[in-house]
């Protein structure tokens, strides 16, 4: 027999992270199953979306090169489109939440072609102009009922047979979505449009030279993230039953590039961690009131100045390095 005819095929996954991947999916399934039990489910819930959202705006940092201070935008205009959907249309959960997906990515189509052209500060600042023009017009919008925003949204039936009001039947409903949604992002990034992405990051001017459409990449990939980061939204306001001013504000694009820096941009479930990391803080410190933004601000900045690659980025590193060395 050949010495070459076992070995693996190129590009093909080695045994090991195969195997290492399903252990680690088996253990985060028990983990979401059991948690509901243990913790609050509302927190879980809401940490669950934002661990989406930070993964769904990481699409375009980490592996699109793009920052972006937009992105409340989409997640706030998602909520009010299920919001009223759910409540002034009488439309059921699933419904409700992908229209307000819809929403999300047909704003994301419209700020893409816009700002996709841009690069640098520049893609940032149009993004952010953008999005606090969506902010007014959410203000003064009769269907959003402005600073009081939409209130009492019903969660209903899922698919006309589940009954949502219990917490912990909404938990696993979001905890499909989110993860799901995550899972999705995951096999984008490791997909032949993932590569072309990444390829652009690094250079671009040497993409363009092999061919690649480099404006329509980034284009796909921005309304991908709007789309997702629009789900997140979408499906926030049946936690809390309201969506209001505080989830389409310029705070919460900044809080989201917090949450992705914390954890990671390199990676892709870096951000999750990040998020997880954000608002764990946000619910357990509430006590302190306005030092839990200080406590933050602190514990960014020493991530920056100590993890470079970020929480999830060092973790890898260390385990990388015990690998070699073992």
């Known amino acids: 027999m050949s010495p070459n005819a076992s070995a693996p095929a190129l590009g093909a996954t080695p045994p090991t992270t195969s195997t290492a991947k399903l252990a680690l999916l088996i253990v985060a399934c028990a983990v979401l199953a059991a948690a509901p039990f243990i913790l609050y489910p509302v927190f879980l819930m809401n940490a669950l979306l934002f661990m989406l959202f930070a993964c769904a705006f990481n699409l375009m940092l980490g592996f699109g090169g793009l920052l972006s201070f937009g992105h409340a935008a989409f997640f706030g205009m998602a909520a009010y489109i299920a919001g009223h959907s759910a409540k002034v249309w009488g439309l059921p959960f699933e ?16 700020f893409g072609l816009l700002a996709i052209r841009r690069q640098g500060i520049y893609f940032a600042m149009i993004t952010l102009a953008l999005s606090q023009m969506v902010y007014f017009f959410a203000l003064q919008a009769p269907f959003t009922h402005g600073e009081d925003g939409i209130q009492s949204i019903p969660r209903g039936l899922l698919f006309g047979l589940i009954d949502l009001e219990n917490d912990r039947v909404l938990y696993a409903v979001i905890a499909i979505i989110a993860v799901g949604g995550m899972l999705i992002i995951d096999r984008v990034v490791h997909s032949p449009f993932g590569q072309v992405l990444k390829a652009i990051r690094d250079n671009e001017p040497r993409a363009t030279s092999l061919g690649y459409d480099i404006d329509r990449h980034k284009l796909i990939a921005f309304v991908l993230s709007a789309a997702l980061s629009g789900m997140a939204g979408a499906t926030k306001v049946f936690v809390f039953r309201i969506a209001t001013l505080s989830d389409i504000t310029w705070h919460l694009s900044g809080e989201v590039v917090l949450m992705a820096l914390l954890g990671g941009v390199a990676t892709v479930w870096g951000p999750a961690l990040g998020a997880l990391i954000v608002i764990v803080m946000q619910h357990y410190l509430a006590s302190f009131g306005a030092w ?30 015990v690998r070699g060395a073992s």
């Open 292 to 321: 839990v933004t200080i406590i933050q601000g602190i514990t960014f900045m020493a991530c920056v100045l100590l993890f470079r690659e970020g929480v999830a980025g060092v973790f890898i590193k260390v385990v990388n390095r």
């Open 95 to 110: 419904v409700s939440v992908l229209l307000g997906t819809a929403g999300g990515a047909a704003l994301g189509l419209v």
